[in-house]
């Protein structure tokens, strides 16, 4: 039976290449979920192996001194951890990153949200970041032989595993510990302020047109709760980010305070809506409580530490007592000189 | 005269080929004139630039003394009514109104056809007895009942020549007559009529005019007496027979057997 | 004399169609006023409109009469003219191009729009610049789609649609590459909120705005409805037959880019509304234009009013019209298709 044995001996063939291609598949690979990300798996003096925030074991040479990346949330956390001199390529730039980190104005694109793998290869960057969930993206890179470390940051506590991820990475364990320590003992004390509170606040955040809301899964509908006020939108599950609650919906609810997003490229303004006959009756409009999110330089809506400024602002709007006018800017001096070591004013940001 | 064309000469864009070449022609009232011509020979596109569908590069027409490139289109309407080939029009219209459009050219461009132009469309069924057809769906009566509306459309207009595209083509014997008397009827109500048609016969039944258009666009015109066995061999590429028929009482064209 | 009284018969039969419709959208007007996530008593409502109409102050909440009156008439108001508006141009596009599978956005206008208003976006400009700007977008890619076949000293309809698959191809991908360069985080969200078409938010500025040279458009082209069949027999015989092709074509173009382009103005753009109520409409009056247009009208505003508010008050959240057209529009469509399929060639 020469065919059979024939057939055998292919068979074979083919599951040792699928074999050996899954074991020469890099440095990379996926695990069970069991080690959680920011386990380091191994570190010898050359080489750190972390777990990534897409379960992924990732190698990184130790340590990388020139970063990509185009996923912009990125670049806060790196130059929050003083790393934003080794950045060498991303996405579309911003006045407030080259005003943080002058040498990003040279520095190389490498594409807008999607990565140009050609632009990259280029560079030959020793680290490139993005988000994790784009695990095509982490893989092709990888595949040209840069690292790839996928990041996630959609909750706090995922923010704190990315600061520890890039700080293990990149030798700012310190910072980033420092970073999350701020971050944690902050919290506890906007939580301990806001315990108090008896009547609390209704509120919304709208994104980019009118109507669509901030629901509660998102940081957003998130940092109204943490304020000590009532996200109205918490409840809305719609699976889609900013999902269209509808101005009827908006009525219903009859929120006290309205927030805008500042990130979403809204069409419309404050104005707009105080402006608006139809929404006279509404509380937040009757009382003038509509606010464009802060700050105009850097938004305080932003996955990172910079969000707790953006809480406290709304703690600052709903509940002038506990937080002042004058306490929000000594906050904001504070969080900026522990971020890049310098206060940023007033004037600057645009708050 | 209702028609003059002097040295009509056309040709397709990027072709070198004239369709027309230098074709004159004149059609006075009541005249019925057959054109004949190959296939290809650019029968419909003469049909056409009568019409002032097509835009010729020389020579000149002109429609009741009139140069046919000054006249608007509904000037033109109002003297030439075409009845095209028939087909099924994309939307379905009722008979009434598919006739009705036949008012076009007297009709302002915010306007609608009114009562006393449906009282003429009317009266123009009736005359040819489809009056029952009136409120039937275009699309849904049989084609010799759609070739009657199509010319009850040009009557419509009120012209005082019809064009006719190969009205016969589809059709089977009978309403091939029913045309051809209805043609006839026109003549000798003073409305001329040029028609094309590949079938000589039908140019020695109606016994008046006839042109022949060859493949190279030259245009012979005359009488019946036009069509010879041989000018027909030369044209259609095959053998014919023109022959007096005495129970007829008229001259036939036919093709010999088939071996 | 027994078919003249038939066929004013069936004039009067359409005109007493469409004169129902006209009353089922006006039932329907009221009926969806009084419906919504917000809960109003149609007593109450009734009460509120009629206070407003004659000018009359009452003992209701205020709150009850900005909803009312503010949000969900402009609204109401905003998708009716809409789907009148698309729906009108639909069928006057399918009616001069002879082809009834024309919608209103082949020439190019819907993308061009998008176009325009994403380019605003891109610029961060105000609401009304947005919508400033995807008019003027509309309006210039059917400019560009008329230009080619001008270019090519070619008249006939075939290339007319060609060029308009032209355009709207080209306009495709530059809307591709706006969204592409657009900032993900920030502006990609508002150009395919802009892409879906909604009525979550309906600027009253830009109702205003639109709506008289709207209506200068739809009367214009009612009035035109007559010469409209003629154009529907194709170009050769309307010529034939004394239109003056060019000229009640180049009209009836403008008219319906400036609906269309209106339309977007006030919703984003919707699919399939503007390709599938004038079948329905030629299922009801049939083809006769002078009924069909204000059939299409109507049945558009119902259809609209009605896809509308289904998204106003099921789940929690809305989903853009768009989806809730393309869902009920496609299946009817190949429905309809199957209904005529002895009449498509």
Redesign the interface.
Known sequence: MPGTRNKITVLLLIVTMALSAFTSCGDSKWTDGKAAPGTIVSETETEICIVDQAGREVTVGKYPNSIALCYRVVVRFLLSLDLGDRITGMGKNEQFFEDIQPSLKDCADVGQGVADIEALAELKPDLFIHKSTDVETLEAVEKIGIPALGINVETPDDMMTALKIIGAVCDKSEKAEMLIEYYEKELDSIDELTNNITERCTAVVMGSSIGKVADGSMLQGAMIEYAGGINCAADIDAGEIWPTAGTEQIFLWDPEYIFISNSQGATYTVDDILSDPAWSEIKAVKNKNVYLMPAEMDSWEFPGVVSLLGIEYMMNKMYPDIISEAELENKVDELYTLMYGKKLGREYLGY | MILNINGLTYSY?DSERKVLNSVDLQIKEGDVMCILGPNGAGKTTLL?CM???LEYSEGNIEICERPQKEM???????V???V?QTH???????V??FVM??R??N?S?????GAED?ECC?NI?RSMEI?????RSY?NISGGERQQVLIA?ALA?EPEIVLFDEPTSHLDYGNQQRVLKKIMELSRAGIAAVITTHDPDHALLLGDKVAILDEDGHMTSGETDLITEERLRDIYNTDLRIMYVEELGRKVCLVPGIK | MLGKRASVDNRQKSALINSVLFVLLAILVMVCLCVGKYSISPAECIKILWGNLFNISGDWDVMDENMLMGVRLPRIMAAVIVGAALSLSGAVYQGIFNNPLVSPDFLGVSSGACIGAAVAILFAMPSILIQISAFAGGIVAVLLTLLIPRIMKSGSNIMLVLSGIIVGGAMTSILGFIKYIADPETQLAAITYWQLGSFAYVDNKAIVAVLPLSVVAAIVMVAMSWWINILSLGESEARSLGADVRLLRGTCIVCSTILTAASICISGTIGWVGLVVPHFGRMLVGSDNRVLLPASCLIGGIFMLLVDTVTRIIGPAEMPVSILTGLIGAPFFAWLLYRQRRNVR
């Open positions: 864009e056409n019409a002032g569908l608007s289109a509904k000037e033109i309407a109002g030439i009514a075409y095209p099924t029009p994309s939307f379905d219209y009722s009434m109104e459009m036949g076009a050219h009709t461009i915010f306007g609608r056809p449906e009317m069924l009056e029952h057809l009136a409120d699309i459309r207009q």
